[in-house]
């Protein structure tokens, strides 16, 4: 156990559910790239997989922090290209889970911001709880969450999603559950394990060919198979990342 | 300025753009539609954010159905459809975010406004619809721009149910995106999230709202055909006897 649970992303098979976690407390579960290399190649793991459900968390405190803001900030890094090769890697990661034929579920254990949020938006269903904090603070740190906005939306619906991303901040998990962020909400976190385990249970007990054939179809009608507007998206996220307001913004955050 | 049917005043880095027809609750003129899209233009250069807001008792009643009435040839209520479909594209196009605060009533063309903001406000009490069917209006011209902000089972139902709806369902389907106690208050909180707005890096929102814009822009490319069939109905027989009816 102890090998295991030194690895940035573990990936855990159990029956018909697998579960990713992130695992890097210490940083809030903030996507370095070590991290998102790890997620790719454990959702490589499971095109072949006979499971049906996936269950995405995080160790500790937070679900996932977002971008790794150390890593992207230039000055710090001395590498302008780290935080082209983040976004670039975040939006592929969302086109594999989102192709993925398992039922993705983000059991949200705490904090879930900017690219973490929409990581949750990417899984077919979000699971989490009232204390929880969630949300898309990137135009208060002059950044632009254009990488995961197309899945925003899919989930929000535009309006929602428009009012979500442009006024920045976080908001509760139960402020979530109210405009469908979330899906399922648990009352406290002591009950969010439970709540995940009986959720993928149920999931899990759908027709392999039923659930994968429904997610296709829901995939295509919800304009999911745009794969250029993803990338399109993390291009513009760079593009904003790179420019001496945002670097200036995220800059003052860290001190 | 001071007949003006379009008030602008500015404070800190935002424009306050209010609707001022009070004694018509607001109603539409084509001049009033005109003057405000230039109204909106001119701030996007000068400000950081706009709080849009109306005058009086009601945000906006909708075109001066009175003076369409009395002009069997349609022109005018041709002139108000292409008008408003300009301010909604214009509101949504500019580079800075739109705070709508309405109150009391948004109805047909004052609620199709909703469409082109950024975030909607509106008080418990406030009254929203498209009742137009009804006078042999299409509310087309509308129909894009709400695709782009609600569910689409929704906007079906509100575009051709004449029932105005509260603020609270509203909310419910997305349509509002905040409630506020009363209409009183519906001007200082607008104002408050259009500063709040107007103080976060712009460039960081003016890039996120373009590329909003680009995401449901399948939907929105769809604004022109909309309009088209609103204006396909204007001075039909239709349109006429049902406006004369209720105002001839």
């Known amino acids: 156990m102890s090998e295991s649970t030194t690895q940035p992303v573990q990936l855990d098979i159990d029956g018909l559910i697998a579960t990713l976690t992130i695992n890097r407390p210490e940083a809030r579960n903030a996507m370095s790239i070590e991290i998102l290399e790890g997620m790719h190649s454990a959702v490589d793991s499971l095109s072949n997989s006979e499971t049906t459900v996936l269950v995405i968390t995080g160790t500790g405190r937070a679900f996932c922090a977002g971008m790794d803001l150390k890593a992207v900030l230039i000055e710090l890094s001395g590498d302008a290209s780290v935080g082209k090769q983040l976004l670039s890697s975040l939006a592929e990661l969302t086109l594999k889970i989102r192709n993925l034929h398992q039922v993705t579920v983000a059991s949200v254990n705490g904090a879930a911001i900017g690219g973490g949020c929409g990581l949750t938006c990417v899984c077919d269903v979000t699971i989490s709880h009232a204390d929880a904090k969630l949300g898309f603070p990137e135009v208060d740190l002059g950044i632009c969450p254009a990488v995961i906005a197309p899945w925003v939306v899919r989930k929000l619906g535009p309006g929602v999603a428009r009012r979500a991303m442009l006024m920045g901040g976080v908001m509760s998990g139960r402020d979530g559950f109210d405009i469908g962020l979330v899906d399922y909400l648990s009352e406290t976190r002591d009950e969010l394990d439970e709540l995940t385990e009986s959720i993928a249970q149920r999931l899990s007990t759908g027709g392999p060919k039923a659930l994968s054939a429904t997610k296709k179809l829901l995939n295509t009608i919800d304009g999911s198979q745009n794969d250029e507007l993803v990338r399109k998206g993390a291009e513009i996220s760079a593009t904003v990342l790179a420019t001496p307001e945002a670097q200036a913004a995220l800059k003052a955050r860290l001190k | ?248």
């Open chain 2, 1 to 248: 300025m001071k007949d003006s049917m379009v008030t602008v005043s500015f404070e800190d880095q935002i424009a306050i753009v209010s609707l001022n027809r009070p004694d018509k609750r607001n109603a539409m003129l084509p001049s009033m539609l005109t003057e405000l899209n230039q109204v909106l233009i001119d701030c996007s250069a000068q400000t950081q954010a706009i709080a849009l807001l109306g005058e009086g008792k009601t945000f906006c009643a909708g075109f001066d159905l009175k003076v369409c009435a009395q002009d069997p040839s349609g022109k005018i209520m041709s002139e108000l459809l292409s008008g408003l479909s300009t301010v909604v594209r214009t509101m949504r196009s500019l580079e800075i975010p739109v705070v709508l605060g309405v109150h009391g009533a948004a109805v047909a063309g004052g609620c199709a406004m909703l469409g082109g903001a950024d975030i909607v406000l509106a008080d418990q009490s406030c009254k929203l619809g498209y009742p137009v069917v009804k006078i042999g209006v299409s509310p087309a011209v509308s129909a894009a721009f709400m695709m782009a902000s609600i569910q689409a089972g929704p906007v079906r139902t509100r575009l051709l149910d004449t029932k105005l709806v509260s603020a609270e369902e509203a909310y419910q389907i997305g349509l509002v995106h905040e409630l506020v106690d009363n209409a009183e208050s519906v001007r200082s909180r607008t104002i408050q999230i259009a500063s709040n707005l107007a103080n976060k890096p712009g460039s960081a929102i003016s890039a996120t709202k373009a590329w909003l814009n680009e995401i449901v822009s399948p939907m929105t490319d769809n604004a022109q055909i909309g309009l088209d069939v609103s204006l396909s109905l204007t001075g039909s027989h239709e349109e006429q006897e049902r406006l004369s009816s209720l105002w001839g």
